[in-house]
C-alpha cells in the first residue's frame, strides 16, 4: 500500500498529521496566549500555562511522527525528515544521543527548524554549562535553523552557542535565552550577528558577582540595528539591556513585554525607551510590582491594540486645576483615568496582579494577618477598573484577567468569597453595560469554571514526556517487527487522525492571535 502513493502525497499527509503549524510560529507567546483547563488524575481541575501547552504539544507532534516511521520502512524512510525538524527535549542528557545520531548521518539536521530545551529539574541535576560541546556540535549540523529556545540558565557556556548561532544559522528568525546579567555585552554581541531575527525573548538572572563592577566594553557604543526584529520579550534585570536598546535602530518592532518579576527595585526605564520605539507599537506588556505612569506611555504609544498592565498600581488622579490649594482634595476619593485622551485603537486590555480582589487563595491567607493593606489594594483594583471606561478606549472588546493562579484559586473556591462576590458581579455589570467581554486567562467568561460531566478526559500522561532516540539495538528491532507493508486501515485511520486535528485546530483559539495585529 505504501508504494501506491507517490512519495510527495505521503509528505503532505505526514506534514498534516505532525500538526506543526503552531510550534513553527516564529513569534512567541504572550501573555494574553489563552491557558486551558486539564483534568488531574486525582480529579481536580487544574491550569495549564500556555507554556505548558506547547510543550505537549511538541511531545504529541514527536509521538505521532515517532508511530509513523515505526509503521514501514517506506514510511520510516519518507518520515525521518519529520522527526527532526521540531527537537525538544526537557532532559538536556539526552543532546548527546542526537549528536551521536547527527554524527552517523549528518543530511538530518539540514531538515532541523526548531531546537527547544525547557527547564525540567528545577535546579536539580546539571546546567546546561554541561553540554556546551554536543550542543554547539549539534547547532554546527543545523544550517536551517529558525527557532532556539533555552528555558534553561546558561553561564560560561552562552558565549560559545551564541558565535556558533551567529555563523552556522543564518536561517535564525527566534531565540529564547535565558542568561546571568553581566552576559549583557556578550548578548549584545549575539544580537549583532543575527540581523534577521523576528522574535527575541531574553531573561535576565540577578548579576553572580557585583553590578557595580559589571562593565560593557566595546559593547557599549554598539548601536544595534535589528531591521527585521518584531518582537522583544525582556524579563528579570534587564536594567542595562532596556537602557542600550533605547538608542538602536528597531523599524518593524510591534510587540514589547517587560516582565520584572517580584523585583520592586531599581526599575528600568521604560519610558524612555517607548519613548523611542513605543510609535510602531501594536502591543504592549507591562508587567511588574511598582507603578508606571500610564497616561504617559499610552501617549507613547498611539497605535496600541492590546495594552497589558498590573491593576494593582496605585496611579494618581489627574489633577483637578479648580481645586483649592488651600484645602487638598483626597486623591483616594478622586476618580483616575488611564489615558490623558481617548485612545483610538485599543480593542484588548489585559490585567495582571489581582491576586487580592475575589479573596481566594493567597489573598484570603495574607488578609487574616493584614486586612487593611488587603482592603487597600482591594479599592486600588476598583479604581482601575472603573477607568476602563469606553469614553477613554472607545473600540475596547475585551478585558482578560491574565493571571493563571487567580483562576486556580477561583476554581479551587468554588467561585468568588463572600465577601468579594460583589465586586466580580459589578465588574460583570460594567462590562455588560460596555459590551465588553470580561475573560479569564483561558479566554473563557470570567466566572465560568469547568464542571465534571461524567466522561473521562484524555490523560495527558499517557504522552510521552521526553524526547527519546532509537539506539541502534532497537531499531534493529523493530526493523525486524515491521511487515513491510502498510494496510489500508492503517491509511485511513490515519487520514482521520489528519482531518480531526485540522478540524480541532480551526476551533481552538491561536495562542499568537495577538500577536502583529494591525490597527483599524
Not at 25 to 37: C, D, E, F, I, K
Not at 222 to 227: E, F, G, I, T
Not at 344 to 354: F, K, N, T, Y
Not at 482 to 488: K, Q
Request: overall charge negative; some cysteine; aromatic content about 10%.
Amino acid at each position: 500500500m505504501a508504494d501506491r502513493l507517490p512519495p510527495e502525497l505521503w509528505s503532505h499527509i505526514f506534514d498534516l498529521a505532525a500538526d506543526e503549524d503552531v510550534i513553527f510560529y516564529p513569534g512567541l507567546q504572550t501573555s494574553m496566549a489563552p491557558s486551558t483547563w486539564s483534568k488531574s488524575p486525582w480529579g481536580g481541575w487544574t491550569v495549564r500555562t500556555p507554556q505548558d501547552t506547547i510543550n505537549i504539544i511538541q511531545r504529541r507532534s514527536y509521538a505521532t511522527k515517532k508511530s509513523i516511521i515505526a509503521a514501514c520502512k517506506t514510511w520510516q524512510r519518507l518520515g525521518s525528515e519529520f522527526l527532526v525538524r521540531c527537537l525538544f527535549f526537557d532532559d538536556p542528557t539526552k543532546l548527546r544521543y542526537l549528536y551521536t545520531i547527527l554524527d552517523r548521518d549528518s543530511s538530518l539536521g539540514w531538515w532541523a527548524r526548531r531546537l527547544h530545551i525547557t527547564h525540567f529539574l528545577n535546579g536539580r541535576g546539571p546546567t546546561m554549562d554541561d553540554f556546551e560541546t554536543p550542543l554547539i556540535a549539534i547547532l554546527q549540523q543545523c544550517p536551517n535553523l529558525e527557532i532556539f529556545i533555552i528555558d534553561w540558565p546558561m553561564s560560561s557556556a552562552f558565549g560559545p552557542i551564541a558565535d556558533t548561532l551567529g555563523t552556522s544559522c543564518h536561517n535564525l528568525r527566534t531565540v529564547h535565552w535565558h542568561v546571568p546579567s553581566e552576559l549583557l555585552s556578550k548578548v549584545i554581541w549575539a544580537l549583532d550577528t543575527l540581523p534577521n531575527l523576528v522574535a527575541v525573548h531574553v531573561e535576565f538572572d540577578a548579576a553572580i558577582q557585583e553590578s557595580d563592577t559589571i562593565t560593557l566594553g566595546s559593547a557599549q557604543d554598539v548601536k544595534l540595528k535589528l531591521p527585521n526584529l518584531q518582537q522583544l520579550f525582556l524579563k528579570g534585570f534587564c536594567q542595562e539591556f532596556l537602557e542600550q536598546a533605547t538608542g538602536w535602530s528597531l523599524p518593524m518592532l510591534r510587540s514589547f513585554s517587560f516582565d520584572f518579576g517580584t523585583n520592586r527595585h531599581d526599575v528600568p526605564d521604560v519610558v524612555a525607551f517607548l519613548a523611542q520605539h513605543g510609535t510602531t507599537l501594536l502591543f504592549l506588556d507591562l508587567n511588574c510590582i511598582p507603578a508606571l505612569d500610564v497616561r504617559t506611555i499610552l501617549d507613547l504609544c498611539p497605535t496600541l491594540t492590546t495594552f497589558c498592565f498590573n491593576p494593582d498600581w496605585k496611579i494618581a488622579p489627574v489633577p483637578n486645576p479648580d481645586a483649592n490649594h488651600d484645602e487638598p482634595e483626597d486623591e483616594v476619593m478622586l476618580p483616575i483615568t488611564l489615558a490623558n485622551r481617548p485612545h483610538e485603537h485599543i480593542q484588548h486590555i489585559g490585567l495582571h496582579g489581582l491576586l487580592y480582589a475575589f479573596g481566594v487563595g493567597y489573598a484570603a491567607a495574607y488578609a487574616d494577618g493584614d486586612p487593611v493593606r488587603t482592603m487597600m489594594v482591594q479599592r486600588t483594583n476598583d479604581r482601575n477598573f472603573r477607568a476602563l471606561e469606553k469614553a477613554m478606549f472607545p473600540k475596547l472588546e475585551r478585558v482578560r484577567v491574565l493571571s493563571p493562579r487567580v483562576l486556580q484559586d477561583l476554581n479551587d473556591n468554588d467561585g468568588p468569597a463572600d465577601s468579594s462576590f460583589e465586586r466580580w458581579e459589578r465588574w460583570w455589570e460594567m462590562c455588560t453595560k460596555m459590551r465588553v467581554r470580561l475573560e479569564d486567562c483561558s479566554g473563557g467568561v470570567l466566572g465560568n469554571l469547568p464542571q465534571d460531566l461524567g466522561e473521562e478526559e484524555d490523560d495527558e500522561s499517557e504522552e510521552e514526556g521526553e524526547y527519546e532516540y532509537y539506539t541502534e539495538e532497537e531499531e534493529e528491532e523493530e526493523e525486524e517487527e515491521r511487515s513491510g507493508s502498510v494496510s489500508l486501515a492503517e491509511l485511513r485511520e490515519l487520514l482521520a487522525e489528519c482531518r480531526r486535528m485540522s478540524e480541532e485546530g480551526e476551533r481552538e483559539q491561536s495562542p499568537f492571535q495577538f500577536f502583529l495585529n494591525p490597527p483599524t
